[in-house]
């Protein structure tokens, strides 16, 4: 369908039309819409509302039409009677939907509106009876797009000498009859409405310009048409005409309370909603009136599908809808099951056709004389040419397509701005740390430092991080989580420079501290943020998303802090290693500062930090920081080894294990981002308690596991199940405290992990040492238990939380 113009939908409009606009249309819109057999139908409707205002060469073309259209309405109702009465004799039964059934109401008279064949439902001991009594009357079934989906037997089309000449709107057009098999696809469209069972049952005979058929009961035909439309929005793009006829039907029984309370009767909830995404629609293009009953189920339509009408509203008028395939998104969200969605975004995003088609179907006409094997030969060629179009096509769609869904899926997640500008900080912090971080140590080396004083350096750092914890919640309270965090970028920037210009040993030991201490400040601060810049609908995925990225940042910058002391010597011409290793140390000290840009721009809530209580008394934390004090020991015990034991318990080459934790980095990622799904299903605490579990059924085959390859993968799959839980427990303090305390709620929980994982090092250390891993890893995996039980014990059995909201729909 080409580009509807603005003009034209402004002009049809029921309420404030703006047909004066159409005196600005060029001829070469009107020519288009003129020559669309979808577009043209609005041009009869805009002769009827506002003739005055079109060309006069458009008005003699749409005169011409609107004559041809009478004139085949007769050649229709001639057409549908002999057919009916063939039936009837036949005994089979029939409701006529469609065409002419949508008068009144859709249309001002069917003579007004075009009609391309003539649309039966049959119920299934009536539908091949149907067919073989049309076959009896010289129709023949067609083959044309056989190969597309439908919920209807091929089109039953009679055997006449007519060929197409260029009229949209031919009368002598040969009316075909359409058998439907059900009101609505369900193995097609993977979902079905309550209640249209009952449609058959409520049938009931009209009359229309001297002829009888059965119809639909008036609220049937409604939710039929309005079907209809929802289908071609799923699957491809509605027709304008349809659409408007809805919203005609709408506008002009507004206060018709007798029939919407009718039809708030016989129709099921899910029969309702799914109407009420077509009247939407309706209402959208065209402005109408609508019934106090109609814009309550408008109101009441998901959140996904309000949010898809706002992304792809402005999509839905031009050519590049059914191109994109926007209409794939909102199909998602009216699913359920998982396997569902899965099956109707593989078909869509490949368009596999449900059976292969023949060359009628395709198209393919070959006019020369040549037959036998040479005109099947090029007749294949040209089905093959057709196919390989075809995949390709979908092919080159496939990124734009995607990345629509990637776009609508965000917004569903009622992200906004602010929390993407935080993210760009957060990134730009990450980054540079973990640049600093992944050379600081080879800085010190080349230095001459050794290892035993490395340890001391970071055993330090540790101390001044936990001597921090107090301080950096006290900072947040009284500056707002604004300036703390600007003062955190400048004061991390500054130490981290001085520690890597300062050489001598005490200038380290000290520098060190500081740099715990500063450090602490975003880790106290963190939660608070995106707390305040996220609801609690998509709080759980504002924690995945910062976290997650963070985990991610550490792929990308490993790799570029391996690469950069190199690349600096080459293009500063610096002779020593030491100095290059100190420049990119430098290097990640500026991008931390980068991180400054973006933070001004924040804007925080900061109304709530008036309140002077910097520990909270909430009786929750009594709760939540025992069962989170038993699994840090779990998270602080094994992982500052890992290198370690590559190395030394698996002998595993550097090489390797760069692989190795790079993977670990990688589905560290998705567990975290896969997370917002485990609680959303179970809840966050039971969520928390499973994958804990997880993780020690993990660490149990790690302790088990013999080879590098086993141990490898095993070892990835532990690092993903370990952090899971994470964004689940920062969301869970998070929405158990109030704003006021959430900054000494964090402080809280970060001294809490920081003294568990002190204390955990130390002793696995030691253990290491004493018992070897296999036996630390058991004793890891029964302190990990331990604290599932405790989360379960301390919090899911005495506290009534609420599970993650529904906005973490995939």
């Known amino acids: 369908m080409p580009g509807i113009p603005a003009s034209v939908l402004g002009a049809l409009s029921f309420r404030n039309p703006r047909p004066e606009a159409l005196r600005t249309l060029p001829d070469v819109q009107w020519l288009a819409l003129l020559t669309n057999w979808e577009t043209a139908r609005l041009t009869l409707l805009l002769r009827q509302t506002c003739g005055d205002d079109l060309p006069d060469w458009v008005k003699s073309r749409v005169d011409g039409y609107l004559s041809d259209t009478a004139l085949r309405f007769e050649r229709i109702k001639t057409g549908y009677s002999n057919v009916a009465n063939a039936l009837t004799r036949a005994e089979a039964e029939f409701v006529v939907v469609k065409g002419f059934t949508l008068w009144p109401g859709y249309a001002e008279h069917p003579r007004f509106r075009p009609q391309s064949d003539v649309d039966l439902y049959c119920p299934p001991e009536s539908i091949f009876r149907a067919r073989d009594t049309l076959s009896a009357l010289g129709y023949e079934p067609s083959e044309v797009c056989d190969h597309h989906p439908k919920d209807h037997l091929p089109a039953m089309v009679p055997t006449t000498p007519w060929e197409w000449r260029g009229n949209l709107f031919d009368p002598k057009t040969p009316i075909s009859f359409e058998l439907h098999s059900c009101f609505w696809n369900e193995p097609l469209m993977h979902f079905c409405p309550n209640g249209l069972d009952q449609f058959w049952s409520r049938r009931s005979q009209q009359q229309l310009d001297g002829i009888r058929f059965p119809a639909l009961n008036p609220a049937d035909n409604l939710a039929f048409t309005s079907l209809n439309v929802l289908r071609d929005l799923l699957r491809a793009s509605p027709t304008p005409e349809q659409v408007y006829g809805l919203a005609r ?231 707002g989580l604004r300036r703390s965090l600007l003062i955190c970028f400048v ?25 715990g201490l500063v450090t602490t400040i975003w880790a106290v601060a963190i939660s608070p943020a995106i707390a305040n810049l996220t609801n609690e609908e998509s709080r759980p995925f504002g924690f995945s998303v910062v976290f997650s990225s963070g985990i991610g940042v550490g792929v990308v910058a490993s790799l570029a802090a391996s690469r950069l002391p190199g690349l600096l010597k080459h293009f500063g011409h610096l002779t020593a290693d030491v100095h290059a290793k100190q420049l990119a140390l430098l290097v990640g000290c500026a991008i931390v500062l980068l991180g400054l840009v973006p933070l001004s721009h924040l804007e925080f ?155 955990s090092v130390a002793v696995a ?9 296999p036996s630390v890893f058991v004793a890891i995996t029964g302190v990990a238990l331990v604290a599932a039980f405790s989360f379960w014990s301390l919090m899911g059995k005495n506290f009534r939380l609420q599970s993650a909201p529904a906005s973490l729909d995939s």
């Open 249 to 479: 039907f709408l506008h002009t029984n507004a206060n018709n309370h007798r029939f919407w309370a009718e039809w708030r009767e016989l129709h099921d909830d899910s029969l309702r909603r799914l109407q009420a995404i077509s009247f939407l629609l309706a209402f959208d293009w065209f402005a109408c009136r609508v019934s106090g009953s109609v814009q309550e189920e408008i109101d009441r339509l998901p959140r996904a599908a309000q949010i898809w009408f706002q992304d792809f509203g402005s999509s839905l008028r031009s050519s590049r809808f059914a191109r994109n395939k926007d209409g794939l998104w909102l199909h998602l969200t009216l699913l359920e099951s998982f396997t569902d969605k899965m099956a109707v975004l593989a078909r869509r995003l490949v368009s596999f056709p449900i059976k292969i088609p023949t060359f009628a179907s395709v198209n393919i006409r070959d006019s020369s004389a040549t037959s036998g094997p040479l005109r099947l030969l090029g007749k294949t060629v040209k089905y093959l040419g057709w196919f390989l179009s075809r995949v390709i096509y979908q092919l080159s769609m496939l990124p734009t397509t995607l990345g629509r869904g990637l776009r609508y899926w965000l917004s569903k997640k009622s992200v906004s701005r602010q929390f993407w500008t935080f993210l760009a900080a957060s990134f730009c912090f990450d980054l540079g740390m973990t640049i600093f971080f992944f050379l600081y140590n080879l800085y010190l080396l080349d230095r001459g430092i050794k290892e035993d004083f490395l340890g001391l350096i970071n055993s330090v750092m540790g101390v001044g991080s936990i001597a921090g914890t107090i301080p950096a919640g006290m900072l947040v309270q009284r500056f």
């Open 491 to 515: 004061l991390v920037a500054s130490v981290s420079m001085a520690r890597a210009l300062f050489v001598s040993h005490s200038a380290l030991l000290a520098v060190a501290f500081l740099g």
């Open 605 to 759: 809530s900061e109304s709530v930090m008036a309140e002077k209580r910097l520990y909270p008394r909430n009786p929750f934390l009594w709760r939540f920081l025992p069962a989170l004090a038993v699994w840090s020991l779990v998270t602080g015990a094994f992982s500052p080894f890992a290198n370690v034991y590559f190395s030394q318990h698996v002998r595993m080459p550097l090489e390797q294990i760069g692989v190795v934790f790079s993977f670990s980095h990688l589905v560290q990622v998705l567990a975290v981002l896969a997370a917002p799904l485990v609680f959303r299903k179970f809840g966050l605490v039971i969520g928390i308690v499973y994958t804990q579990i997880a993780t020690a059924l993990a660490l149990t085959a790690l302790a088990m596991a013999t080879g590098a390859a086993a141990v490898s993968l095993i070892y990835i799959g532990y690092t993903g199940l370990l952090w899971m839980s994470e964004p689940g427990m920062f969301s869970l303090l998070m929405d158990q405290v109030t704003p006021a305390e959430r900054p000494g709620a964090s402080a809280l929980n970060f001294l809490v992990i920081s003294l568990a994982q002190a204390v």
């Open 765 to 773: 250390g030691a253990s290491l040492a004493r018992f070897g891993y």
